[in-house]
């Protein structure tokens, strides 16, 4: 069957981009066609999110397919909060049969966070296990169960890494671990933090984690000082330094969204030239009509074909 786009852009050596399309808060299909519009010929990829922040949307896989008939390649993504196992490697076959070819494994924001919050969370595998279930159902053809199945779904399985959450020696550990359970590609929490980020990438670098699998570093655009200020108070284990604060600080209200585009752009850049670093996942929240002008300024197009 074929490979993904986004495993051929990263094993022919090209700096990947990815992009995210959060599903809508209910049955409507435009809604999606008119995210996925500005995406098209600008990203390798895009993240289809599955409930994230534990509120109710779209499935993922429904709204990947859209993707598909728009022209996009989806990045599925799965959390653990909400299936059991059975259902899991249900969604994955049928994810696979449709078309679907790469698969974002993760825990998923707990309930609490979001409009159930008296939603039983399932958790019935954790998301490193969850990476090694789609690995051994891909390479070895068996459920979890240990029997076989009819049809492998080669997926190209990626996971999550935040390089800024406590104790932050433990990070680069929690990255082996799910690098060793099969995990091909990483895309990391929204970055910030450079400072702890080179540190990070240089651990990943000195344990030869870097050589084992393709990392895409997260990058949000600020839109304002008040969007900066939550991140930084508000959003578990975002790490928002106090100069990019103060940088926000000293802009006009109205050009606070185009200096925010500028040190992502900035960001880009240097992720470009930093060792171990394979490509950047941009997570342009609701601003999916801004991502052509940031690739664009990034120069990161136009996008490789292979």
Not at 40 to 55: E, F, L, W, Y
Request: glycine content about 8%; overall charge neutral.
């Amino acid at each position: 069957m074929s490979e993904s786009n986004l495993a051929k852009i990263l094993k022919a050596g090209h700096f990947a981009f990815t992009g995210e399309l959060g599903p809508p808060r209910g049955a409507n299909v435009d809604h999606v066609r008119e995210k996925a519009a500005p995406l098209k010929g600008m990203v390798d990829s895009v993240n289809i999110t599955d409930n994230q922040t534990a509120m109710v949307r779209m499935s993922s896989w429904a709204a990947a397919l859209i993707a598909i008939q728009e022209g996009l390649e989806p990045n599925y993504q799965m959390v653990c909060r909400d299936r059991n196992r059975l259902a899991m490697q249900a969604d994955i076959l049928g994810a696979y049969a449709h078309g679907i070819r790469n698969m974002l494994c993760l825990s998923g924001d707990h309930q609490q966070f979001g409009d159930h919050p008296n939603a039983k969370g399932v958790y019935d595998i954790d998301s490193i296990q969850l990476i090694g279930m789609t690995k051994r159902m891909r390479d070895e053809g068996l459920f979890l169960s240990g029997a076989k199945m009819d049809g492998a779904p080669q997926m190209f399985i990626g996971a999550a890494a935040n390089p800024f959450a406590e104790p932050f020696e433990w990070r680069v550990h929690r990255l082996a671990k799910k690098i060793e359970a099969g995990a091909d590609f990483i895309q990391t929490q929204c970055i910030y933090n450079m400072e702890k980020m080179r540190e990070w990438i240089r651990q990943a670098n000195d344990m030869g984690l870097t050589e084992k699998t393709y990392i895409l570093a997260g990058v949000t655009p600020m839109k304002s000082l008040g969007m900066a200020r939550y991140m930084k108070s508000k959003v578990p284990g975002m790490d928002v330094p106090d100069d990019v604060i103060k940088r926000l600080q000293g802009v006009d209200k109205k050009k606070q969204a185009d200096e925010g585009i500028k040190m992502a752009c900035e960001q880009i850049e240097e992720f470009k030239e930093m060792k171990g670093v394979a490509g950047v996942h941009l997570m342009a929240i609701e601003w999916e009509h801004r991502v052509p002008e940031i690739a664009e300024l990034a120069g990161v197009l136009p996008r490789p074909q292979v």
